[in-house]
């Protein structure tokens, strides 16, 4: 049986911790969380241009409240690909809370579009698909779900995979901010990130109804208008007063925040899971796929006497003696 702590019977749940909660009353339930030194962990190891690393960080938050709901041990993977200065994304959430994430990007592309002022989410992105796989483990089927990029921004594509993926209304709110630290000798910069996720489930199906998205036939027929449940358009409404220095700043936190929103309708908080900066490569999992490769593959990868492996999310460099394979795959 989960635990149910009410608002006041504990403190905050700080940073790095996605905090589950509900409110009955509008059969709404969701979660939430503020991303700190976690976040600031892999965004500095990188050293990305400042509107990549504000991207990348977006990206880390919707995964991070997207994959908390894995009943399972398995991960969530969120990847983009699009034709964008930034035209990858990558970051994933394992079950036990380890988060990692990368970013590719063209240098050239993404200084001309700094200039030009060009750098909100949707810019860099561009056009393409939004990928998210379900990795349910060894000898388990992978579940996949893709929705199009198509200038809007993350939270309006993670509405849109919702309606489509599993006509669940959902509601989506995320911020990110570079805030300087006091510190003896100068300040210093580090990543904040919050963001908040809202479902509306109730007992009766054909109260989730929601208008039909464009079907993108050229049809300019209006759809016939669909009403709102009362509880889901309350829902809204509060969403729409969410400052984005509240959703991460640490001084009013997680469950401060959700009393102002919901503290008429009762608002109850479940445990929270917390978010670790952990990259699952290793030694081993990399030596595995070397011994995969033919004696041509081996020869290939050999520079100054050795493999050299990095890892893209944890930049952590992994070296190799060529004799240890001598092309065990076979050609």
């Known amino acids: 049986m989960t635990e149910q702590l009410k608002l006041g019977d504990f403190g905050h749940a700080g940073d790095d911790v996605i905090v589950p909660f509900q409110v009955e009353a509008l059969d709404v339930r969701g979660r939430a969380v503020q991303l700190g030194p976690a976040l600031d962990a892999m965004l500095d190891r990188h050293d990305y241009p400042e509107p990549v690393a504000r991207l990348l960080a977006e990206c880390l938050v919707l995964t991070a409240l997207l994959g908390s709901s894995l009943k399972f041990d398995g991960k969530l993977i969120l990847q983009t690909q699009s034709d964008g200065p930034v035209d990858m994304l990558v970051a994933d959430f394992a079950a036990r809370g380890s988060m990692r994430a990368y970013a590719r990007f063209d240098e050239a592309r993404l200084a001309r579009a700094q200039k030009e002022g060009h750098t909100t989410p949707e810019q860099l992105l561009g056009t393409g698909v939004l990928a998210m796989t379900i990795d349910q483990g060894t000898h388990m089927q992978r579940y996949q779900g893709v929705v199009q990029l198509d200038g809007t921004s993350l939270e309006e594509v993670a509405r849109t995979y919702f309606r489509q993926s599993e006509q669940i209304p959902t ?23 919050g963001g908040m996720l809202a479902q509306f489930l109730p007992d009766a199906p054909d109260r989730m109804r929601l208008p039909d998205l464009p079907g993108g036939d050229g049809e300019t027929a209006a759809a016939e208008p669909v009403h709102l449940d009362d509880a889901w358009a309350e829902l809204l409404a509060l969403f729409s007063t969410i400052e984005p220095d509240e959703l991460l700043d640490p001084t009013i936190g997680t469950e401060r925040l959700l009393y102002r929103l919901f503290h008429e309708h009762g608002v109850v908080v479940f445990p929270g899971q917390t978010v670790a900066d952990d990259c699952s490569c290793s030694r081993e999992k990399i030596s595995a796929i070397l011994d995969g490769f033919s004696g041509e593959e081996i020869a290939e990868s050999v520079e100054d006497g050795e493999i050299r492996v990095n890892c893209e999310f944890c930049s952590k460099e992994y070296r190799f003696d060529p004799a240890e394979f001598d092309g065990a795959g076979g050609d």
């Not at 995320?174 to 630290?181: D, E, G, M, T």
């Not at 300040?187 to 990130?193: E, I, L």
């Open 171 to 193: 509601e989506v709110r995320l911020s990110v901010a570079r805030q300087l630290l006091p510190e003896a000798g100068g300040g210093k910069s580090s990543w904040r990130a």
